[in-house]
C-alpha cells in the first residue's frame, strides 16, 4: 500500500469527518440516530461473518499456474489441456474436513485439496483430497458421516463413540480409516502431501471417444508427515502452521509445485475390471494403469485478502469444460448438486460473481437477477430464450458423448463382488513399511480407547478381515480378547452388529 495519505470515505464513498466520536447531544451526552457513519459502521460489522462451510471450514489458498507436459489431445479435447506448454491460471485451496474455521491445522483428518482452472472455456475445478479413495460410496450417507466427525450434539465435544459406532458400520470406510490414522493422516503441511481426484471422470475427445481418468497431483516437495505426537505439540504450539507455512513460503519465493499425472481406463476395461471402476472407497492399483505425467502446478502468488479470495471461492466438482465430464461414480453425482447448492446458501445466488469464482470468459445465458447481481451479465440481451433478437444460442458442439445407462429404478443394495477390506490389506501388508504399521497401530489405538469396548470389539474385526495382523495388534493394544476379534471377523456384518449390540 502507498504512502500517500488518503481520505477515508463511507461505503456509499461519501467524506468521514471524524472516526473517533460518535455524534453526541452534549457532552458526554447520549448518541444521535443521526449518526449514520455509525450506523452504518456497526450494522456491517454486525454482519461480517458469513455461514462457516459445514465441512473444510478452516483452510488456505493460492494463486498459480498448471502448465501442460504432455499432448492428451487425443484422450480430451479440453482446450486448456490442448498442447504441450500451455499454461492455465489456477487458484488452489487447502483445507482440513472436520473442524470449525479456528481449529487447528494438524488435526488428524482428511485434507482437501480443491483447483479451480480458469480456462478460457469457463472455470474447471479439480475438488479432492489428499487420500485416493473416500470412507463411502453412496452420497445418501454423507451428512450421517460427517456428523460423527463434528461434535456431540448433547456435550458440544468430539464423540470417539459416533465416530467408531459410524465407522465400524460402514464397512467400507475401512481403506480410507487405514490411510487416515497412517501419519499421512497429519501431513506436516500443505506443500508435502499428494492430491487426488479421489473419483473417476470421464475424458472425450474431439470425435467423442471417452476414457475413464482419475488425477493425481504429486508434490515436488516430497511427502513428509507429523507423528501423532507431533502432531499434538504442533496443535499447541501453532494451530495455523499449514496455513502460515504455505503463505510464508510463497512469501520468500519457495513456489510449491505438483507433477500432475493420470491414470487413464477404456470403456471396454471398465465393463471387465474386477473392482468398480466408480467405487470411490478403491483405488486402480498402479501396476493395472499406471501413472501418465501430463501437467506440472505451481503455487506462486499469495492472496491479498483472505475473505475475498479464500473464504469465498467456491469450487464444485460439478464444473466441467468440454472434454471433461463426470462418471457414474454416487458419490459424485451427489456432490455434482451439493457444492453448487451449498455455495448459494453460503454466498448468495450470484456467488458466481465473485471476481474468485468468474470465469474468464463472461458467462452469457438467461439466468437474471437475484441478490448481489452485479455486472452486465448478457447486458441488452433479451431475458428469454428462444428469442429472434441474436441473444446467446447453446452450441452442440459443446456436447459431452452420450453414454449408455439402464436398470431398474429402486434403492440397491451395492453388490459388486469386490471386497471391502482388500485394498486396505495390501496398504497395510505390502505398501506400509514396518515403522508406518507401527503407527498405524499406536494411532488408532491412542483414539479407539475413547470409544465404547464393544465399538473397539467390532472395529478391530474389520482391521482383521483387511490383514489379520492388524487387527489382532489393533486388538492387543486395546487390550481386547484377539480370539473374540478373530471370531466376529469371521462372521457377516449382520452378525456382527448384533453380536456387539448395546
Ligand atoms: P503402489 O505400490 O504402486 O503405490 C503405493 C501408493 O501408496 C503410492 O502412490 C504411495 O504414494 C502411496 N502410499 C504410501 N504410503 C501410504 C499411506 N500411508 N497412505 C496412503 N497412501 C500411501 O501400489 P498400488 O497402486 O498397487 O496400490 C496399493 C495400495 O496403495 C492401495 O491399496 C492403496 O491403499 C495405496 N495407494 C494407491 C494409490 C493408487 O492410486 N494406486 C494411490 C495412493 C495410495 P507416493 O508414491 O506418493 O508415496
Redesign the pocket.
Known amino acids: 500500500m502507498s504512502n500517500e495519505p488518503k481520505k477515508m470515505t463511507t461505503s456509499f464513498g461519501e467524506p468521514v469527518d471524524d472516526d473517533q466520536n460518535s455524534i453526541t447531544a452534549g457532552n458526554p451526552g447520549p448518541i444521535l440516530l443521526q449518526d449514520i457513519h455509525l450506523l452504518e459502521k456497526l450494522a456491517h460489522f454486525d454482519r461480517e461473518r458469513i455461514p462457516e462451510r459445514v465441512v473444510h471450514a478452516k483452510g488456505a489458498g493460492a494463486h498459480g499456474y498448471f502448465e501442460v507436459t504432455a499432448d492428451v489431445a487425443r484422450y480430451t479435447r479440453a482446450k486448456f489441456l490442448s498442447e504441450v506448454g500451455k499454461r492455465t491460471e489456477v487458484f488452489v485451496r487447502f483445507s482440513t474436513v472436520g473442524g470449525e474455521r479456528g481449529s487447528a491445522d494438524a488435526e488428524r483428518d482428511p485434507r482437501g485439496f480443491a483447483v479451480k482452472f480458469y480456462t478460457e472455456e469457463g472455470n474447471y475445478d479439480m475438488v479432492g483430497n489428499n487420500?485416493?479413495?473416500f470412507f463411502i460410496r453412496d452420497p445418501q450417507k454423507f451428512p450421517d458421516f460427517i456428523h460423527t466427525q463434528k461434535r456431540n450434539p448433547v456435550t458440544n465435544l468430539k464423540d470417539p463413540d459416533m465416530f467408531w459406532d459410524f465407522l465400524s458400520l460402514t464397512p467400507e470406510s475401512v481403506?480410507q480409516v487405514?490411510?487416515l490414522f497412517?501419519?499421512?493422516g497429519t501431513p506436516a503441511t500443505y506443500r508435502n502431501m499428494?492430491g487426488?481426484s479421489s473419483h473417476t471422470f470421464m475424458w472425450y475427445n474431439a470425435a467423442g471417444e471417452y476414457n475413464w481418468v482419475?488425477y493425481?497431483f504429486?508434490t515436488e516437495q516430497g511427502?513428509r508427515n507429523m507423528t501423532a505426537e507431533e502432531a499434538d505439540m504442533m496443535k499447541a504450539k501453532d494451530p495455523d502452521h499449514a496455513t502460515r507455512d504455505l503463505f510464508k513460503a510463497i512469501e520468500r519465493g519457495d513456489y510449491p509445485s505438483w507433477r500432475v499425472e493420470v491414470?487413464i481406463m477404456t470403456p471396454e476395461q471398465a465393463k471387465t475390471y474386477r473392482y468398480d471402476p466408480f467405487d470411490v472407497t478403491k483405488?486402480?492399483?498402479?501396476?493395472d494403469f499406471p501413472l501418465i505425467a501430463i501437467g506440472r502446478m505451481v503455487l506462486n502468488r499469495n492472496p491479498e485478502n483472505y475473505f475475498a479470495e479464500v473464504e469465498q471461492a467456491a469450487f464444485s466438482p460439478g464444473d466441467f469444460v468440454p472434454g471433461i465430464g463426470p462418471s457414474p461414480d454416487k458419490l459424485l453425482q451427489g456432490r455434482l448438486f451439493s457444492y453448487h447448492d451449498t455455495h448459494r446458501h453460503r454466498l448468495g445466488p450470484n456467488y458466481a460473481l465473485l471476481p474468485i469464482n468468474a470465469p474468464k470468459a463472461m458467462p452469457l445465458n438467461y439466468e437474471r437477477d437475484a441478490a448481489m447481481s452485479s455486472g452486465p451479465t448478457a447486458a441488452g440481451a433479451p431475458n428469454y430464450y428462444p428469442n429472434s433478437f441474436h441473444g446467446p444460442a447453446p452450441d452442440p458442439a459443446a456436447a459431452p458423448p452420450a453414454v449408455p445407462v439402464g436398470g431398474v429404478a429402486a434403492r440397491q443394495t451395492y453388490n459388486h463382488p469386490n471386497s471391502d477390506f482388500e485394498?486396505?490389506g495390501?496398504?497395510y501388508r505390502?505398501?506400509?513399511t514396518d515403522a508406518?504399521r507401527a503407527h498405524l497401530v499406536s494411532n488408532l489405538v491412542g483414539h479407539m480407547q475413547g470409544a465404547q469396548q464393544r465399538l473397539q470389539y467390532r472395529q478391530a474385526a474389520l482391521f482383521f478381515k483387511a490383514d489379520p495382523e492388524y487387527g489382532q495388534r489393533v486388538a492387543e493394544g486395546l487390550g481386547l480378547d484377539t480370539a473374540r476379534v478373530a471370531a466376529l471377523a469371521a462372521m457377516t456384518q449382520e452378525e456382527r452388529v448384533k453380536a456387539t449390540a448395546e
Open positions: 487420500t485416493p479413495v481403506h487405514t490411510i497412517s501419519d499421512r499428494n487426488y482419475k493425481h504429486k511427502i491414470q483405488v486402480w492399483p498402479h501396476s485394498q486396505a495390501v496398504l505390502v505398501v506400509m508406518e
